[in-house]
């Protein structure tokens, strides 16, 4: 069988990194591979990428242009429906991440949500898709013409546990919260700074580091953190380090992970601090509601206090820690999926 993924970018990412692990095991099942990336490759990411899989960087104009008749054995797949516009709509199918209804459960204009409705009917209606949340597909399931097919992330946690051993190369605070994602308004950064300046009991006992950056550097994300930060005098107990190659043996110094997204459909650093048994606090996301489950302790309820369940996960660390689900086991995972394209 041939795979041609087409991906917005190859840059680290929690689909980037389930996509490169479903591309690496097929190309172990002696499956041929390619990826077309439509953004910016610098070396670094390349690296992670040319040993396993032959990346090409392409324009959606080229992807437009792109002429192909439906050969059997071929199939192309857009990572987080990348592209779709511009992509064959025969032989191709759809792996969603996220949540194409977001747009249209926001919108309180009837005119806005049918304008929404419409455009998630093109984007989605005219193939096979794959939702990696089955909460999403679901609730996607009545508008779009084929049925879903719910598929979760595959995981590796072996590689993350043996890239947490590997020695720092900075030097960390004894104590301290941490934040792993990019700088984004879904990702919601300012909740948990501002939470963490207005907790005496935090500030005073830990430190916050958040790992990740926005797109554009310095971005107004960015600088709206710095802003908050500098109307308090504690500004030497929060550290941004941006992007880093290796996050995980800084997480795995962590006191506790939080992850405190308006919007998650996952959240695969979830699966990250399962790996590591590192405490975890998330607000009740979509991801983190079906990655956690409705009665894990760390999961923060619309109303609740996050600053007093982070303290609860300080001070309780074991009720904190859940283990890994066997579901994202990668094999598992990608026998699934080749079942899938094979059924099509």
């Known amino acids: 069988m041939k795979y041609i993924f087409v991906v917005r970018h190859i840059s680290p990412g929690g689909f980037e990194m389930a996509t490169l692990i479903l591309v690496k095991e097929l190309v172990a099942r002696g499956n041929e591979v390619e990826v077309w990336n439509l953004g910016e490759q610098n070396k670094t990411d390349l690296e992670c990428w040319s040993s396993?899989?032959?990346?090409?960087?392409?324009?959606?104009?080229?992807?437009?242009?792109?002429?192909?008749?439906?050969?059997?054995?071929?199939?192309?797949?857009?990572?987080?429906?990348?592209a779709s516009r511009y992509a064959?709509?025969?032989?191709?199918?759809?792996?969603?991440?996220?949540?194409?209804?977001?747009?249209?459960?926001?919108?309180?204009?009837?005119?806005?949500?049918?304008?929404?409705?419409?455009?998630?009917?093109?984007?989605?209606?005219?193939?096979?898709?794959?939702?990696?949340?089955?909460?999403?597909?679901?609730?996607?399931?009545?508008?779009?013409?084929?049925?879903?097919?719910?598929?979760?992330?595959?995981?590796?946690?072996?590689?993350?546990?043996?890239?947490?051993?590997?020695p720092l190369t900075m030097s960390l605070p004894e104590n301290?919260?941490?934040?792993?994602?990019?700088?984004?308004?879904?990702?919601?950064?300012?909740?948990?700074?501002?939470?963490?300046?207005?907790?005496?009991?935090?500030?005073?006992?830990?430190?916050?580091?958040?790992?990740?950056?926005?797109?554009?550097?310095?971005?107004?994300?960015?600088?709206?953190?710095?802003?908050?930060?500098?109307?308090?005098?504690?500004?030497?107990?929060?550290?941004?380090?941006?992007?880093?190659k290796n996050p995980w043996n800084i997480m795995k110094k962590a006191k506790c992970l939080v992850l405190c997204s308006e919007f998650e459909s996952m959240g695969y650093v979830l699966l990250?601090?399962?790996?590591?048994?590192?405490?975890?606090?998330?607000?009740?996301?979509?991801?983190?509601?079906?990655?956690?489950?409705?009665d894990f302790a760390g999961l923060v309820k619309e109303g609740e206090d996050l600053g007093i369940r982070i303290e609860d996960a300080l001070n309780h660390p074991e009720r904190f820690i859940k283990e890994l689900p066997s579901k994202y086991n990668k094999d598992e995972v990608v026998e699934k999926f080749e079942c899938f394209i094979k059924s099509l």
């Open 52 to 82: 396993w899989v032959n990346v090409k960087k392409i324009s959606k104009i080229k992807l437009l242009l792109f002429k192909r008749s439906v050969v059997k054995g071929e199939v192309m797949v857009l990572v987080n429906n990348a």
């Open 176 to 244: 301290f919260i941490l934040h792993v994602g990019r700088i984004a308004p879904e990702k919601r950064q300012d909740l948990l700074l501002k939470t963490y300046i207005d907790n005496k009991e935090l500030h005073h006992s830990t430190d916050l580091v958040f790992v990740g950056a926005e797109p554009k550097h310095d971005g107004p994300i960015t600088r709206k953190l710095h802003r908050i930060l500098d109307q308090c005098d504690i500004s030497h107990r929060v550290h941004f380090l941006g992007e880093l």
């Open 272 to 294: 990250e601090a399962m790996a590591l048994r590192i405490p975890i606090v998330a607000t009740e996301a979509v991801g983190p509601l079906e990655v956690l489950g409705e």
């Open 88 to 166: 064959p709509v025969k032989g191709v199918v759809s792996i969603i991440h996220g949540d194409p209804l977001y747009k249209f459960k926001c919108n309180k204009s009837l005119v806005s949500k049918f304008k929404e409705l419409v455009k998630v009917k093109f984007s989605l209606g005219r193939r096979k898709v794959v939702f990696i949340s089955k909460k999403l597909g679901d609730e996607i399931n009545g508008f779009i013409k084929y049925p879903v097919k719910h598929i979760p992330n595959p995981f590796e946690p072996a590689v993350i546990q043996a890239k947490a051993n590997e």
